[in-house]
Protein backbone atom coordinates (compact mmCIF):
# COMPACT_ATOMS: atom_id res chain seq x y z
CA UNK A 1 0.00 0.00 0.00
CA UNK A 2 1.32 3.33 -0.21
CA UNK A 3 3.02 5.64 1.93
CA UNK A 4 2.64 9.39 2.58
CA UNK A 5 5.01 10.97 4.85
CA UNK A 6 5.28 15.09 6.31
CA UNK A 7 8.52 16.04 8.06
CA UNK A 8 7.91 17.97 11.29
CA UNK A 9 9.97 19.94 13.88
CA UNK A 10 9.13 20.41 17.55
CA UNK A 11 10.32 22.33 20.72
CA UNK A 12 8.93 25.00 22.85
CA UNK A 13 8.24 28.78 22.63
CA UNK A 14 7.23 31.37 25.10
CA UNK A 15 4.21 32.90 23.80
CA UNK A 16 2.03 35.52 26.35
CA UNK A 17 4.89 34.60 28.83
CA UNK A 18 3.29 31.27 29.21
CA UNK A 19 5.90 28.40 27.91
CA UNK A 20 3.88 25.81 24.86
CA UNK A 21 4.92 23.32 23.35
CA UNK A 22 5.27 23.52 19.33
CA UNK A 23 5.82 22.01 16.36
CA UNK A 24 6.01 23.59 12.26
CA UNK A 25 5.27 20.92 9.46
CA UNK A 26 3.43 22.16 6.45
CA UNK A 27 -0.17 22.56 7.35
CA UNK A 28 -2.18 21.45 4.25
CA UNK A 29 -0.20 17.82 3.29
CA UNK A 30 -0.34 17.48 7.11
CA UNK A 31 -4.17 17.75 7.28
CA UNK A 32 -4.29 15.47 3.95
CA UNK A 33 -2.36 12.84 6.25
CA UNK A 34 -4.09 13.16 9.20
CA UNK A 35 -7.81 13.59 8.34
CA UNK A 36 -8.37 14.34 12.27
CA UNK A 37 -7.09 17.61 12.29
CA UNK A 38 -9.81 19.78 12.31
CA UNK A 39 -9.89 23.55 11.69
CA UNK A 40 -12.60 25.53 9.63
CA UNK A 41 -10.92 28.15 8.98
CA UNK A 42 -8.25 28.78 6.10
CA UNK A 43 -5.22 27.03 6.29
CA UNK A 44 -2.75 29.42 4.61
CA UNK A 45 0.88 28.70 6.33
CA UNK A 46 2.78 31.55 4.19
CA UNK A 47 4.68 33.72 5.77
CA UNK A 48 5.04 34.21 9.80
CA UNK A 49 1.72 31.97 10.73
CA UNK A 50 0.29 29.96 13.25
CA UNK A 51 -2.38 27.20 14.07
CA UNK A 52 -3.09 27.16 17.82
CA UNK A 53 -4.40 23.97 19.47
CA UNK A 54 -8.43 24.22 20.76
CA UNK A 55 -7.41 23.96 24.63
CA UNK A 56 -4.13 26.99 24.22
CA UNK A 57 -6.39 28.91 22.87
CA UNK A 58 -8.63 29.17 25.24
CA UNK A 59 -5.95 29.30 27.74
CA UNK A 60 -4.46 32.57 25.81
CA UNK A 61 -7.71 33.99 24.74
CA UNK A 62 -6.80 33.69 21.15
CA UNK A 63 -8.81 33.46 17.85
CA UNK A 64 -8.55 33.74 14.51
CA UNK A 65 -7.06 36.87 13.07
CA UNK A 66 -5.44 37.17 16.20
CA UNK A 67 -1.70 38.56 16.19
CA UNK A 68 1.47 36.69 18.58
CA UNK A 69 4.60 37.86 19.47
CA UNK A 70 6.87 35.02 19.75
CA UNK A 71 10.55 35.00 20.20
CA UNK A 72 10.47 38.51 18.75
CA UNK A 73 8.41 37.28 15.62
CA UNK A 74 4.84 38.99 15.07
CA UNK A 75 2.83 35.94 14.09
CA UNK A 76 -0.60 35.71 13.04
CA UNK A 77 -2.74 33.26 14.52
CA UNK A 78 -4.74 31.85 10.98
CA UNK A 79 -6.91 29.26 12.80
CA UNK A 80 -7.68 26.85 16.01
CA UNK A 81 -6.77 23.66 15.42
CA UNK A 82 -9.05 20.78 16.93
CA UNK A 83 -7.65 16.94 17.01
CA UNK A 84 -8.40 15.45 20.01
CA UNK A 85 -4.97 14.86 21.00
CA UNK A 86 -2.00 16.22 22.29
CA UNK A 87 -2.24 19.21 19.56
CA UNK A 88 -5.09 20.49 21.12
CA UNK A 89 -2.39 21.94 23.27
CA UNK A 90 0.23 22.84 21.30
CA UNK A 91 0.53 25.52 18.67
CA UNK A 92 1.73 24.38 15.49
CA UNK A 93 3.68 26.87 13.28
CA UNK A 94 3.72 27.64 9.56
CA UNK A 95 7.39 26.12 7.48
CA UNK A 96 7.96 30.02 7.49
CA UNK A 97 8.31 30.02 11.31
CA UNK A 98 10.37 26.66 11.95
CA UNK A 99 13.37 28.73 12.85
CA UNK A 100 12.03 29.63 16.39
CA UNK A 101 12.50 25.80 16.92
CA UNK A 102 16.04 25.17 16.02
CA UNK A 103 17.69 22.79 13.05
CA UNK A 104 16.93 19.42 12.32
CA UNK A 105 13.92 17.33 12.10
CA UNK A 106 12.93 15.96 15.11
CA UNK A 107 9.49 13.91 13.71
CA UNK A 108 8.71 11.93 10.63
CA UNK A 109 4.87 11.27 9.78
CA UNK A 110 3.99 8.63 7.47
CA UNK A 111 0.67 7.13 7.24
CA UNK A 112 0.76 3.44 6.38
CA UNK A 113 -2.50 1.69 5.17
CA UNK A 114 -3.55 -1.30 6.68
CA UNK A 115 -4.75 -3.05 9.89
CA UNK A 116 -3.77 -1.75 13.33
CA UNK A 117 -1.77 -5.12 13.89
CA UNK A 118 -0.23 -4.35 10.35
CA UNK A 119 0.51 -0.60 12.06
CA UNK A 120 2.20 -1.97 15.00
CA UNK A 121 4.17 -4.18 12.50
CA UNK A 122 5.98 -1.68 10.73
CA UNK A 123 6.41 0.50 13.41
CA UNK A 124 8.59 -2.61 15.33
CA UNK A 125 10.37 -2.97 11.85
CA UNK A 126 11.18 0.99 11.73
CA UNK A 127 12.99 0.81 15.47
CA UNK A 128 14.54 -2.41 14.17
CA UNK A 129 16.11 -0.94 11.12
CA UNK A 130 16.71 2.42 12.75
CA UNK A 131 17.81 1.40 16.20
CA UNK A 132 17.87 5.78 17.62
CA UNK A 133 14.26 6.04 16.31
CA UNK A 134 11.33 5.43 18.40
CA UNK A 135 8.26 4.72 16.04
CA UNK A 136 4.70 5.54 17.57
CA UNK A 137 1.42 4.39 16.04
CA UNK A 138 -0.84 7.61 16.11
CA UNK A 139 -4.14 5.85 18.16
CA UNK A 140 -6.16 8.32 16.01
CA UNK A 141 -5.42 6.31 12.39
CA UNK A 142 -4.31 2.79 13.62
CA UNK A 143 -7.00 1.89 16.17
CA UNK A 144 -10.36 3.83 14.41
CA UNK A 145 -9.26 2.19 10.96
CA UNK A 146 -8.36 -1.10 12.03
CA UNK A 147 -11.87 -0.75 13.87
CA UNK A 148 -13.22 0.13 10.48
CA UNK A 149 -11.34 -2.77 8.59
CA UNK A 150 -12.61 -5.38 10.96
CA UNK A 151 -16.25 -4.15 10.47
CA UNK A 152 -16.02 -4.34 6.56
CA UNK A 153 -14.23 -7.85 6.84
CA UNK A 154 -17.21 -9.23 9.11
CA UNK A 155 -19.79 -7.56 6.64
CA UNK A 156 -18.30 -9.03 3.74
CA UNK A 157 -18.15 -12.44 5.43
CA UNK A 158 -21.73 -12.42 5.88
CA UNK A 159 -22.09 -11.05 2.41
CA UNK A 160 -20.33 -14.25 1.32
CA UNK A 161 -22.35 -16.63 3.39
CA UNK A 162 -25.85 -15.34 1.79
CA UNK A 163 -23.70 -15.69 -1.27
CA UNK A 164 -23.17 -19.51 -0.68
CA UNK A 165 -26.61 -19.93 0.31
CA UNK A 166 -28.59 -17.95 -2.77
CA UNK A 167 -25.81 -19.64 -5.27
CA UNK A 168 -26.72 -23.29 -3.32
CA UNK A 169 -30.54 -23.10 -4.21
CA UNK A 170 -29.54 -21.78 -8.20
CA UNK A 171 -27.06 -24.66 -8.45
CA UNK A 172 -29.06 -27.31 -6.63
CA UNK A 173 -32.44 -26.04 -8.65
CA UNK A 174 -30.19 -25.68 -12.13
CA UNK A 175 -29.03 -29.35 -11.84
CA UNK A 176 -32.29 -30.88 -10.95
CA UNK A 177 -33.59 -29.17 -14.21
CA UNK A 178 -30.42 -30.15 -16.08
CA UNK A 179 -31.65 -33.56 -15.03
CA UNK A 180 -35.32 -33.76 -16.11
CA UNK A 181 -33.76 -32.77 -19.57
CA UNK A 182 -31.53 -35.54 -19.35
CA UNK A 183 -33.58 -37.74 -18.10
CA UNK A 184 -33.81 -39.99 -21.72
CA UNK A 185 -30.15 -40.09 -21.80
CA UNK A 186 -30.08 -41.51 -18.49
CA UNK A 187 -32.77 -44.46 -18.92
CA UNK A 188 -30.95 -45.37 -22.07
CA UNK A 189 -27.31 -45.55 -20.20
CA UNK A 190 -28.94 -47.82 -17.80
CA UNK A 191 -30.94 -50.18 -20.22
CA UNK A 192 -28.02 -50.35 -21.87
CA UNK A 193 -26.19 -51.55 -18.57
CA UNK A 194 -24.78 -48.91 -16.99
CA UNK A 195 -24.21 -49.22 -12.87
CA UNK A 196 -25.28 -47.32 -10.56
CA UNK A 197 -21.33 -46.06 -10.28
CA UNK A 198 -21.18 -45.57 -13.48
CA UNK A 199 -24.07 -43.15 -13.11
CA UNK A 200 -22.74 -41.45 -10.13
CA UNK A 201 -19.00 -40.42 -12.35
CA UNK A 202 -21.41 -39.35 -14.78
CA UNK A 203 -23.29 -36.63 -13.16
CA UNK A 204 -20.33 -35.98 -10.31
CA UNK A 205 -17.91 -35.46 -12.68
CA UNK A 206 -20.33 -33.13 -15.03
CA UNK A 207 -20.83 -31.13 -11.67
CA UNK A 208 -16.67 -31.02 -10.58
CA UNK A 209 -16.17 -29.16 -14.23
CA UNK A 210 -19.43 -26.61 -14.26
CA UNK A 211 -17.94 -25.88 -10.58
CA UNK A 212 -14.07 -25.78 -11.28
CA UNK A 213 -15.05 -23.59 -14.16
CA UNK A 214 -17.55 -21.43 -12.15
CA UNK A 215 -15.12 -21.02 -9.47
CA UNK A 216 -12.41 -19.86 -12.21
CA UNK A 217 -14.58 -17.42 -13.31
CA UNK A 218 -15.97 -16.29 -9.98
CA UNK A 219 -12.15 -15.43 -8.89
CA UNK A 220 -10.99 -13.41 -11.76
CA UNK A 221 -14.39 -11.40 -11.64
CA UNK A 222 -13.57 -11.20 -7.90
CA UNK A 223 -10.50 -9.91 -8.42
CA UNK A 224 -11.52 -7.28 -10.70
CA UNK A 225 -14.46 -6.20 -8.19
CA UNK A 226 -11.98 -6.03 -5.33
CA UNK A 227 -9.39 -3.74 -7.50
CA UNK A 228 -11.96 -1.37 -8.12
CA UNK A 229 -13.11 -1.03 -4.77
CA UNK A 230 -10.16 -1.10 -3.56
CA UNK A 231 -8.83 2.01 -5.40
CA UNK A 232 -12.09 3.82 -5.14
CA UNK A 233 -12.88 3.35 -1.42
CA UNK A 234 -9.47 2.76 0.20
CA UNK A 235 -6.79 4.48 -2.16
CA UNK A 236 -5.36 0.98 -2.43
CA UNK A 237 -5.80 -1.18 -5.35
CA UNK A 238 -5.91 -4.80 -4.13
CA UNK A 239 -3.25 -7.74 -4.94
CA UNK A 240 -3.94 -10.38 -6.37
CA UNK A 241 -3.98 -13.11 -4.12
CA UNK A 242 -3.27 -16.91 -5.33
CA UNK A 243 -3.39 -18.60 -2.33
CA UNK A 244 -7.40 -18.03 -2.23
CA UNK A 245 -7.78 -19.62 -5.50
CA UNK A 246 -7.72 -23.10 -3.93
CA UNK A 247 -10.43 -22.61 -1.18
CA UNK A 248 -12.34 -20.94 -4.25
CA UNK A 249 -12.03 -23.63 -6.12
CA UNK A 250 -12.84 -25.99 -3.71
CA UNK A 251 -15.83 -24.64 -2.49
CA UNK A 252 -17.24 -24.04 -5.91
CA UNK A 253 -16.84 -27.57 -6.42
CA UNK A 254 -18.60 -28.71 -3.08
CA UNK A 255 -21.11 -26.60 -3.81
CA UNK A 256 -22.14 -27.95 -7.21
CA UNK A 257 -21.33 -31.81 -6.07
CA UNK A 258 -23.78 -30.65 -3.58
CA UNK A 259 -26.13 -29.28 -5.39
CA UNK A 260 -26.11 -32.73 -7.72
CA UNK A 261 -27.09 -34.95 -4.72
CA UNK A 262 -30.66 -34.68 -5.80
CA UNK A 263 -30.62 -35.24 -9.52
CA UNK A 264 -27.96 -38.73 -8.79
CA UNK A 265 -30.52 -39.61 -6.77
CA UNK A 266 -33.63 -39.02 -8.66
CA UNK A 267 -31.40 -40.44 -11.54
CA UNK A 268 -30.53 -43.36 -10.01
CA UNK A 269 -34.63 -44.64 -9.23
CA UNK A 270 -35.17 -44.16 -12.71
CA UNK A 271 -37.30 -47.13 -14.32
CA UNK A 272 -35.72 -47.54 -18.38
CA UNK A 273 -38.81 -48.77 -19.61
CA UNK A 274 -41.42 -45.96 -18.13
CA UNK A 275 -39.06 -43.15 -19.61
CA UNK A 276 -38.08 -44.15 -23.04
CA UNK A 277 -41.73 -45.28 -23.75
CA UNK A 278 -42.42 -41.73 -22.90
CA UNK A 279 -44.79 -42.42 -20.00
Given at each position: ?114 SAREV ?76 PRRIA ?49 GASVA ?25
Amino acid sequence: AGTQRVRGRSGEVVAKGVPCDAISVPWRETIALCPWWRTPEATDDRGEACLVGVDLAAKLFLARGAELVVGGRTLRVEGVLKTGGVEDRQMVLSPASAGLLGDGYAAIWARVEGSAREVEAVASKIERRVPSAAARPVRQVSESEGKVLDRVRGLLLYICLAVLAASGLCVATTMLASASDREREMALLLALGAGPRRIAALTLSHAAVLGAIGGGVGYVLGWIAARILGTEIFHAPAEIAWWVLAPVLGASVALCLFGALAPLRRALTLSPAIVLKGE
